[in-house]
């Protein structure tokens, strides 16, 4: 079983990710949580390359990609060892982060430079993405509570991140999802879990 927690920074999936690991474990299941990107030394690395501002955009994204092949077999090792397996992020993160926040990046990019680019890592992610045929989540729930932006934010609303979000889910998840959008629904994934029938042996 996969399970995949997606959202912005400070909604919440890493305390959820835990919390649900540490009540499977209680009732004895086999699991696992993958930390995304940091779960290996690549992942670390691009995660700390990505804080520095003057990287290029696009060659990032291009080292996200090759960290997705790595996650890919990641995941796959891991669908065989445990029973259950949950995503503190998966490669809906790499669309959001480095595909479609070109439109609300500051800078002085004009429309149609940011949708240039918007549309060259789209079709390199989308290439990656068909090779390696990553597993697809059993669900996926998507964190959308509002955050407070920080001062060195790179965005031109921190809350058009969590629109971005949603707006992504549509246009690249083929597999059930769902959006929580404030905290007593992030309070009760346990039951929407109960609800989709993944955990109905569980007390």
């Given at each position: ?21 540490s ?5 004895e299941k086999?699991?696992?949580c ?28 291009m080292?996200?990609?090759?960290y997705t ?9 891991a ?11 998966y490669?809906?993160?790499?669309y ?8 609300i ?6 429309e ?19 090779s390696?045929?990553p ?8 964190f ?14 921190i ?6 979000y949603?707006?992504v ?5 083929d597999?059930p999802?769902r ?18 029938g993944?955990f109905?042996?569980?007390?």
């Amino acid at each position: 079983m996969l399970i995949a927690f997606e959202g912005p920074d400070g909604t919440g999936k890493t305390t959820i990710c835990d919390n649900i690991i540490s009540f499977l474990k209680e009732n004895e299941k086999k699991c696992v949580c993958i930390k995304s990107p940091s779960h290996t030394e690549l992942g670390n690395t691009i995660l700390k390359m990505s804080r520095k501002k003057e990287i290029n955009k696009l060659s990032l994204m291009m080292l996200y990609a090759a960290y997705t092949v790595e996650l890919t077999e990641h995941v796959n090792n891991a669908l065989k060892r445990y029973e259950i397996v949950l995503l503190d992020r998966y490669y809906l993160s790499n669309y959001m982060y480095n595909v479609f926040c070109e439109n609300i990046y500051k800078g002085n990019k004009s429309e149609q430079d940011k949708n240039y680019m918007l549309n060259v890592k789209k079709n390199i992610l989308d290439t990656v993405i068909s090779s390696v045929k990553p597993k697809k989540p059993d669900i996926t729930f998507i964190f959308t509570v509002p955050i407070v932006a920080k001062k060195d934010d790179i965005y031109l609303n921190i809350n058009d991140i969590v629109q971005n979000y949603i707006h992504v889910a549509k246009n690249v998840i083929d597999s059930p999802y769902r959006i929580l959008s404030n905290a007593k629904e992030i309070t009760d994934v346990k039951e929407f879990l109960k609800e989709y029938g993944i955990f109905h042996d569980v007390s």
